[in-house]
């Protein structure tokens, strides 16, 4: 019966939010603890799942987030016509060395493709999928990026250990 009251509101929230929410922010709107706002959560999916909705509840880092099921794309898909902002192989290259290397300088990533990767980096930190992560303590105080929560949305994953292991 508690968690009836707060599902509509949770679902809302969800729903109305452009970023995903920490348990963080849902716990003090909610005004309810950890335990019952992943457990909130987990019925509101469940639900969610039973009526067969379009929507699913996935969970980013530690944030949560409202979006549509991978089979509705089909459908919505041809509601709208939208352009595709697809990366590069050069810029996936990059990107997949930063995302198994973090924290990695901009000079170890020219190392291992052997290119500048100059434009590249400003491409992936305009997208906000790589971000500065602090500077490396060597002489010049290189900028080291790592991947960012949106690099996990677009990616589809929780955190960085689902990464794929790489094999040599």
């Not at 707060?6 to 309810?32: H, V």
């Not at 089909?74 to 595709?84: G, I, R």
């Not at 190392?111 to 992936?124: E, H, P, Q, T």
């Amino acid at each position: 019966m508690f968690y009836e009251k707060l599902k509509a509101p949770l679902e809302a929230m969800l729903f109305i939010s452009a970023e995903p929410l920490s348990c963080k922010q849902i716990e003090a709107i909610l005004q309810i603890d950890r335990e019952n706002a992943e457990a909130l959560i987990n019925e509101l999916q469940e639900d969610m799942n039973r009526n067969k909705s379009g929507l699913m509840i996935k969970k980013i880092a530690d944030a949560y987030q409202m979006c549509t099921k991978p089979e509705m794309a089909v459908y919505l898909n041809k509601l709208t016509e939208v352009t595709d902002k697809k990366l590069s192989a050069p810029a996936l290259e990059t990107l997949s060395i930063i995302a198994f290397k973090q924290p990695i300088t901009k000079q170890e990533i020219e190392n291992i493709r052997g290119v500048r990767v100059d434009s590249i980096i400003n491409k992936l930190l305009e997208r906000e999928l790589v971000q500065e992560v602090g500077r490396k303590k060597v002489v010049g105080r290189p900028i080291m990026y790592g991947t960012t929560n949106t690099f996990l949305k677009c990616f589809g994953l929780t955190n960085l250990g689902q990464l794929p292991a790489l094999s040599f």
